[in-house]
């Protein structure tokens, strides 16, 4: 769960839990403290350049 910090931890943050398969995305938005799936993705596209379901893709290699 959501331990606070700046942008940069909760993107680590959603980066490992997004690494697990089982875990939803918006699961993830919510567990990195963003009020709302739309605005982790924003947040997570602006500092990795990927969504975060890109990420699982293309970076991860999974397919949700």
């Given amino acids: ?3 606070g910090g700046g942008v ?3 993107i680590r943050q959603a980066k490992s839990l997004l690494s697990k398969p089982d875990v939803l995305i918006k699961s993830v938005a919510y567990d ?3 009020q709302s799936p739309a605005a ?3 947040a ?3 500092a990795t350049g990927w ?3 890109q990420f699982r893709k293309e970076v991860l290699g ?3």
Avoid: H
Wanted: glycine share 4%; hydrophobic share 45%; aromatic share 24%.
């Fill in 51 to 53: 969504t975060p379901r």
């Fill in 32 to 34: 990195t403290g963003f």
């Fill in 1 to 3: 769960l959501y331990q």
């Fill in 40 to 42: 982790f993705a924003a």
């Fill in 62 to 64: 999974y397919i949700e």
């Fill in 8 to 10: 940069a931890a909760r």
């Fill in 44 to 46: 997570f596209r602006k």
